[in-house]
T-cell receptor
Framework: GAVVSQHPSRVICKSGTSVKIECRSL??????MFWYRQFPKKSLMLMAT?????????EQGVEKDKFLINHASLTLSTLTVTSAHPEDSSFYIC???????????FGAGTRLSVL | KQEVTQIPAALSVPEGENLVLNCSFT??????LQWFRQDPGKGLTSLLL?????REQTSGRLNASLDKSSGRSTLYIAASQPGDSATYLC????????????FGTGTSLTVIP
């Protein structure tokens, strides 16, 4: 099956720093990528939808200046958590879908801990 | 807005038992429904995908059913094993809002040896 690589798997940073998370589709072209956030013992909540070459569409309540999403190529999307604070600590997961196929492939997730 | 609910939130069973996890969704206009497994601190592993035109899918000891008109899906696990312990998530996609998933609240399963 298709593979989506997410990096890093875990990051610990100081409050105020920015963190970049990468999501790559390894063997297919991902026209659309999605970023989810998961709070402890909660389900995944969609943060934004990212289409290659265009601005991301953010879900209500998600700060676009806080969570910068770039989808510069058909195989790479990045999520940058700017000026991270402890409340941004969470598990972030990306997914990618290929063309018109309505199947998503998920990355392994990134555990962000902000001290 | 689509809302997906899973019952029970947590389930503990002895090894060998058959069990059923439930998923319900408020809007029946779905494209497909997928069941995932998530181990603690890990990403998602896709278990079964049911297209809206299908009624069930089977893989090994797992069987998922879909009743789109009533907004329900079940995941049946036969002869449970300790290795089945994980959180199980169902998710649906919908035509009108692209193909992003709406995830359920999850069922945390513990299979006791």
């Amino acid at each position: 099956g298709a593979v989506v690589s997410q990096h890093p798997s875990r990051v610990i940073c100081k409050s105020g720093t920015s963190v970049k998370i990468e999501c790559r589709s390894l063997d297919f072209q991902a026209t659309t990528m999605f970023w989810y956030r998961q709070f402890p013992k909660k389900s995944l909540m969609l943060m934004a939808t990212s289409n290659e070459g265009s601005k991301a569409t953010y879900e209500q309540g998600v700060e676009k200046d806080k969570f910068l999403i770039n989808h510069a190529s058909l195989t790479l999307s990045t999520l940058t958590v700017t000026s991270a604070h402890p409340e941004d600590s969470s598990f972030y997961i990306c997914s990618a879908s290929e063309g018109t196929k309505n199947i998503q492939y998920f990355g392994a997730g990134t555990r962000l801990s902000v001290l | 807005k689509q809302e997906v609910t899973q019952i029970p939130a947590a389930l503990s069973v002895p090894e060998g038992e058959n069990l059923v996890l439930n998923c319900s969704f408020t809007d029946s206009a779905i494209y497909n429904l997928q069941w995932f497994r998530q181990d603690p601190g890990k990403g998602l592993t896709s278990l079964l995908l049911i297209q809206s035109s299908q009624r069930e899918q089977t893989s090994g000891r797992l069987n998922a059913s879909l009743d789109k008109s009533s907004g329900r899906s079940t995941l049946y696990i036969a002869a449970s094993q300790p290795g089945d312990s994980a959180t199980y998530l169902c998710a649906v996609t919908r035509y009108s809002t692209g193909n992003q998933f709406y995830f359920g609240t999850g069922t945390s399963l513990t299979v006791i040896p």
